[in-house]
């Protein structure tokens, strides 16, 4: 008999031990393994950190899907500047779970959103991908390109194994008609910001849980054998809409996305958390995890997340990531594919940015300052 529960414990339990020293990354995973099977199929999704794991993924030899490949014709045309093509369908980053929930909704047509499409003179923009390069020129070439896109996010579902999750934010705009999410402010990619109609949202623990349940859920009704893997982002706000300071509000915001993904991974068997977040962010983390402008991972950061993922899987980390369909296999390869997912970021960044926008699009900055005349109470609720 012993006289207490800690006798026993393991090292890991133990912070003397596993982190003052002894530290090793491979350590902090300690659900049940190997998280990925050589056999498994791989679809993933998330804000802009989850990018980085598909070479990793391929250069370990695992199968990554792909359910929405581009079009031979655009092989050798520079890739879309949000990033669309970077994961699994072309439906670019998505930072909220309730944006992933909508997804899953509108690709088995039990959510169509109201306000669904944005008419520019360039042609027809969509809200929920609004950085797409090319526009649609008509109602009918719009429906018809985004039936495509939700039935390749159908047949990703039903043919992946493992569906790895990052989440990113709890604050999103939403329109208030039906409450679709949008992936950006309106204004700042594309659209017009009209306070009557689009509204902050600050989500909390309970919803963001709720919101990752029903959407695996949703999955799994497609296909029930499907596994899930949830990390969180290491990657901080590049603003908030809230009014507090943006260090305080990305606090909040990861301590939120880290308390709901932990509880719905300790509810749901077919579920397992991995603990990104922590290995960038904890203070056994060495400084050089984040770029000078300490928001944007170092490849020092991004490598002992993926060899800490990898081990977990019972693979080794690769000398240099696998290559994906659009990067040469080496370590330059890894640093500028981490490189092209910081300089496009995604649409979140455009909240902090001054670009050249195409003929008949106003600025974000011009936006922005738009936002800011309307009331506060508009803006933040």
Known sequence: MTSHPYVVAPRTAFWSRAVARGWSADDVFAGDTPLIRPEDR????????????????EGAGFTYLRAEPPHPFFTDIAPEPFGYEKFSAAYGNIYTARQLLQLVQRSTGDFTPREDRWATPDGIVDPFRPGLRYLAKTEREFALLTAQHLGHVRRMIEDATVFVFTLGLTEAWVCEDDGAVFPACPGTVAGTFDPERHVFRNFTAAEVAADLRDA???MRALNPALRVVLTVSPVPLVATATEAHVLAATTYSKSVLRVAAGEVASNLREVAYFPAYEIV???QAPSG???????NVSEAGIRAVMGALLSACGRALPAAAGASSRAAASPDAVAALSRAVDAAECEEAMADAVVQRPVGRASPLARLKRWA?????????
């Not at 995890?289 to 928001?295: Q, T």
């Not at 005349?373 to 609720?381: C, G, T």
């Open 281 to 283: 962010t904890g203070p």
């Open 42 to 57: 791989v679809a993933s999704a998330g804000s802009c950190f989850a990018a980085n794991v598909v070479p990793y993924l």
């Open 216 to 218: 695996i859920a949703a």
């Open 289 to 295: 995890f984040f770029a000078a402008d300490r928001r």
């Open 373 to 381: 005349q309307a009331p506060s109470a508009l803006r933040a609720r």
